[in-house]
């Protein structure tokens, strides 16, 4: 019989419950196998932190936000320990033998499969489940959490309407979605948002002012704006391509460090600071404007129906991966299908809104404002 790891790691998202539920049911049932699960994603891993999960331990939690087994953003090559950034990578390979583990599976997003990629490259035997609330992963249609957070981020900006109409003001919320605008625009969209800014689609104040200063003369003094976290304006998306060329053109390894140094600084500072934009449109327009930043109530809570069956449908396609000796892949998500991804193709990138993606054609088409 087979030993298997089981690990969360990166943030907590909807369905993560469900897809180890799935995965482990099928591996203990189905299969009849042993399920390991580490606590802490990579942490508890570099420190043989786990427990045997069996039947009783996967019951009762399919409906159950966050995780079970606890998450952390580690990464396993530069782990801090006693103050120093530690490659645990060997460790975490002693550990593996050391539990006799047949494979390792990892749910996570982006960086987790940075992480796999790592230990699959060291020789452990990883299997990849696509977590994130972003939508952002390559290669897969979706990703289990998503869904749930569409739907809080939606019921937030249809509440947002009351009172920007009531109290006839500009509304700006602010939406997660790291890098990436899938969740503003899918939330924008289906809340009927009037303006939606996106990493991907740079914005000038003038152009926002303009479309509140429209809907004001047709008698709509009231804006809802739905800002991703990741948008920014067409100076500072110039700003961060210059630095990013800087990155690609760097003629050695240390100018190429410092320039990547570079970019990292300018995505942190430029993250959309929503309160100052809130001021630049309350100058522009003479409207008064509120923020509400969504934050963490996004990822929060039980999982909708969709994110329910798309961990239990990952997690039970994972385990009949491991079962036909597939490894180094993540399981993905396609219509009602799954397929298997090489890892390598899926680490280290971003899935980012494309411009002329439908979602983008269809908001532009119903009359709301990109911004740009
Ligand atoms: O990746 C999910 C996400 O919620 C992003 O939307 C957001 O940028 C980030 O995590 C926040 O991370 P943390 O939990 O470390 O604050």
Known sequence: TKRIGILTAGGDAPGLNAAIRGFGKAAIGEHGWKLIGFRDGMRGLAENRYTELDGAALSGILTTGGTMLGTSRDKVHRMMVDGEARDMIPTIVENVEKDKLDALVCLGGGGTA???RRLMDAGINVLHLPKTIDNDIVRTDTSFGFST????????????HSTAHSHHRIILTEIMGHRAGWLALGAGVAGGADVILLPEVPYSVEAIAEKIQRR?????????VAVAEGARSVKDAEELAHAQALVKDASSPELKAMAKKGV????ASHRANTFTLAEQLEAATGLEARVTILGYVQRGGTPNAADRLLGTRLGVAGANAIADGKYGVMVADRGHDTALVPLKDVAGKVKYVPRDHEWIKAARAVGTALGD
């Not at 990292?264 to 995505?267: D, G, H, Q, S, T």
């Open 149 to 160: 957070a569409l739907e809080i981020a939606t019921e937030a900006v249809d509440r947002l």
């Open 114 to 116: 940075k992480n796999a």
């Open 264 to 267: 990292k600084a300018l995505e």
């Open 216 to 224: 004001r003369k047709q008698g709509s003094s009231f804006s809802v």
